[in-house]
């Protein structure tokens, strides 16, 4: 069965500070209409954006997705500072170490209770909207 791809959504009036205040929504008009009832019940809101220009994003929890192998292979050679050649890993060698060391590190995260909690909005598929009021 092929997994299902959820859609969610923030909204901002303003984006200058690269931070999303909104609730999560999961369809794009649900946001707007959040949104809408917010400058309509908002007088700082109103009197802060009246143009009433508004940032729709989708958003995805954060992933851990940190590349790690360069940085402790070179640790590890700068240990061993008279065989240069120590752990010249190949290509294929390098990916397998690094799926291992991140693996480890998302166990880590899980049974420790350190798990993102926070996300990322996808500025390509961001979308600016005026509301209609």
């Given amino acids: 069965m092929a997994k299902k791809t ?6 901002t009036f303003d984006k ?3 931070y999303i205040y909104s609730d999560i929504f999961d369809s794009k008009e649900k946001a707007i209409e959040q ?6 019940n908002d007088k700082k809101t109103q009197k ?6 508004l940032y729709i994003c989708e958003y995805e929890i954060y992933k851990e997705n940190t ?7 070179e640790l590890i050679q ?17 990916n397998i170490l690094d799926k291992m060391l ?12 350190y798990q993102p909690d926070f996300w990322n909005t996808l500025k390509e598929k961001e979308e600016i909207i005026y ?3």
Avoid at 6 to 11: L, P, R
Avoid at 35 to 40: L, M, N, S, T, V
Avoid at 105 to 112: E, N, S, T
Wanted: net charge negative; charged share 40%.
């Fill in 6 to 11: 959820i859609k969610n959504y923030v909204y």
């Fill in 48 to 53: 802060l954006y009246p143009d009433k220009k």
């Fill in 131 to 133: 509301l209609d009021i």
């Fill in 16 to 18: 200058a500070d690269d």
């Fill in 78 to 94: 700068e240990n061993a500072d008279f065989y240069p050649e120590y752990m010249e890993l190949s290509e294929e060698h390098k």
């Fill in 102 to 113: 991140n693996n480890t590190v998302l166990r880590f995260q899980k049974k420790y209770g």
């Fill in 67 to 73: 590349s790690l192998v360069r940085e402790v292979v």
């Fill in 35 to 40: 949104a809408k009832r917010e400058w309509e």
